[in-house]
């Protein structure tokens, strides 16, 4: 079973970037779908963006055209380019993989905090 590994969150202000990165422990290279979620305080975990082995993309209506999740199997690695964040982004984000049968692996990772202020 691939572990994965979330990295580069942190604060940043109203309309600034960061890029965040999620290592695997294994190859990503079978692996069809990879998705980045998101959880803020008080709310239920959401999907924000997948990339499927082909990749193709698909995005939340919320970050749509700010946020870009790219791969690279190469390196084992995903990652989400976020800008023009907004305070409402303020999350943990995990990243996750579909299993065989298209549903999603359980064993999540610690995930990596995005704080956005105003």
């Known amino acids: 079973q691939v572990q994965l590994v979330e990295s580069g969150g942190g604060l940043v202000q109203a309309g600034g970037s960061l890029r965040l990165s999620c290592a695997a422990s294994g190859s990503i290279f079978s692996i069809n779908v990879m998705g980045w979620y998101r959880q803020a305080p008080g709310k239920q975990r959401e999907l924000v963006a997948t990339?499927?082995?082909?990749?193709?993309?698909a995005y939340a209506g919320s970050v749509r055209g700010r946020f870009t999740i790219s791969r690279d199997n190469a390196k084992n690695t995903v990652y989400l380019q976020m800008t023009s964040l907004k305070p409402e982004d303020t999350a943990v984000y995990y990243c996750n993989y579909q299993k065989p049968g298209s549903t999603w692996n359980d064993d999540w990772g610690r995930g990596t905090q995005v704080t956005v202020s105003s």
């Open positions: 990339v499927t082995r082909a990749g193709t993309t």
